[in-house]
């Protein structure tokens, strides 16, 4: 299966969709986080955000976990971001 990548942009308060992939280079990490939260339909589908910058001990930190109408975990892997 391939990997699909998308990228969004804010415009009048609302996160609309963007096919150039080069907007992700000017904007953190921590920015894409807060648009998550905001709206998380973004990625596909309806998710309830539960938590942000979740720190496990012995693997690492997560962007951000929630769950999916489903009841399926979703994982929020950290950027490539520093700060």
């Known amino acids: 299966m ?5 990228v969004w942009e804010v415009n009048d308060g609302k996160i609309v969709p963007r096919d150039d992939a080069t907007f992700a280079d000017s904007h953190r990490e921590d920015e894409l986080e807060g648009w998550i939260v905001q709206s998380p339909d973004i990625l596909g589908e309806k998710l309830l955000i539960i938590a942000r910058q ?13 769950k999916s109408r489903f009841q399926r975990a979703i994982m929020l892997a950290p950027g490539s971001a520093s700060g």
């Open 2 to 6: 391939a990997t699909r990548i998308k």
């Open 54 to 66: 979740l720190v496990i001990p012995d693997v690492g930190r997560l962007a951000g976990c929630g």
